[in-house]
Every structure is written in structure tokens, then in C-alpha cells.
T-cell receptor
């Protein structure tokens, strides 16, 4: 089956630093990847849609200058949290699919803690 | 904008009890419907999906869901739950013409042995 990996699984950083999270589709090519943020006991909040070779589409209320998304290849998308603050601490999840309407395959998530 | 409602936020059952989790959506056109499960400490994975055809969809681990268009619903069912079904369950919808999934807020299921 399709596998999506995320790296790192956990990261702790100081306030003001930047953190990069990688999302890879291991055995398929993903034209579209989604980045979500999940708060405890809550649903996934879609942050942005990442399309290979083009700019990401951000959801309303998500700062594009703070959450930089790059989708340089069909198997890799990165999310960089710039100048992180404690309120950015969360669980970040990516998903990838081979078709816009098909099943999304989720990565295991990255737990970000900003001190 | 479409929305997805999961009315049961927390469900507690004993093993062998029957399960039904509600999912309603607001979009009136063609939809693709999904149920995902997130076991403790694991990532989200697909339980089942509906695109077209038979509105009664069977998924993994004995789960099934029924698409009732007139009720804008896609409820998840299992006749006899097991302790290992303890997890978070998320309903998701992709509306026709869109490619962005909208998730419900999830239902936490706890099954007591």
C-alpha cells in the first residue's frame, strides 16, 4: 500500500528559530499533498494544499510567510515553520494522494514543541 | 462552504456492543465520502470510502457505512465492537469539483473489555 513518511517525528525548538518538516511519499508519486494541523482531541485543520512545481494554496487564516511550503518533486513536500513561537506548538500531519478525489494517505505526524 | 458534522464526540461501549457513528455533510452535489481511523499513537488510515454505486460500503475490520443521499449522511457501523477498535474516527468529504477534503471533528471511541 501507499506509504507516506514524515521527518522528524518530534522536534523541540527555541522560540524564534525555524523548523523544517519533510513529507515523503515512499512508493508513489503525489501530485498533491496536504498539510494539516491537529489540536488535541480535535479534528484536522487544513493549512494548505501543496502542488508539485507550483505555489501552495493556503487556507484562510494561515500565514503563508510563517508556514513556508515547498513541493519540489512528486515525492517530497516540506513545511517550514519560520520564527516559531509557543503557540505554534502542535501536531502537524501531511497527506498525499495520487488523484484529487482519491484516498489520502497520511503521514505519521510531527509533534512540534516550541519552548 | 461545505461542512461535516460528527454528532457523537465521545462514545463508550462494552465489547460486543453494536456501534453507529453519525456523519452528516452540508454539500448538495456529488460527494466522495471517507471514514478514517486513528488508533492511539498511530497515524490516520482509511477505513472505507464511497465514490459511487452501492450505497452500503464495506471496509476493513468489519466496518461498514451507508450513504443516504436524502439525509446527507454517511454513518459508520459495526455490529460487534472489540477492545482493539478503541480509536478516533474521522469522517471526511470531498465535494464534487473540489479536491480538498473536509474533515469532521472526530469521534473518540473507547471500548471496554
Amino acid at each position: 500500500g501507499a506509504v507516506v513518511s514524515q521527518h522528524p517525528s518530534r522536534v523541540i525548538c527555541k522560540s524564534g528559530t525555524s523548523v523544517k518538516i519533510e513529507c515523503r511519499s515512499l512508493d508513489f508519486q503525489a501530485t498533491t499533498m496536504f498539510w494539516y494541523r491537529q489540536f488535541p482531541k480535535q479534528s484536522l485543520m487544513l493549512m494548505a494544499t501543496s502542488n508539485e512545481g507550483s505555489k501552495a494554496t493556503y487556507e484562510q487564516g494561515v500565514e503563508k510567510d510563517k508556514f513556508l511550503i515547498n513541493h519540489a518533486s512528486l515525492t517530497l513536500s516540506t513545511l517550514t515553520v519560520t520564527s516559531a513561537h509557543p503557540e505554534d506548538s502542535s501536531f502537524y500531519i501531511c497527506s498525499a494522494g495520487t488523484d484529487y478525489t482519491d484516498t489520502q494517505y497520511f503521514g505519521p505526524g510531527t509533534r512540534l514543541t516550541v519552548l | 462552504a461545505q461542512s461535516v458534522s460528527q454528532h457523537n464526540h465521545h462514545v463508550i461501549l462494552s465489547e460486543a456492543a453494536s456501534l453507529e457513528l453519525g456523519c452528516n455533510y452540508s454539500y448538495g452535489g456529488t460527494v466522495n465520502l471517507f471514514w478514517y481511523v486513528q488508533y492511539p499513537g498511530q497515524h490516520l488510515q482509511l477505513l472505507l470510502k464511497y465514490f459511487s454505486g452501492d450505497p452500503l460500503v464495506k471496509g476493513i475490520k468489519g466496518f461498514e457505512a451507508e450513504f443516504i443521499k436524502s439525509k446527507f449522511s454517511f454513518n459508520l457501523r459495526k455490529p460487534s465492537v472489540q477492545w482493539s477498535d478503541t480509536a478516533e474516527y474521522f469522517c471526511a468529504v470531498i465535494a464534487g469539483g473540489s479536491y480538498i477534503p473536509t474533515f469532521g471533528r472526530g469521534t473518540s471511541l473507547i471500548v471496554h473489555p
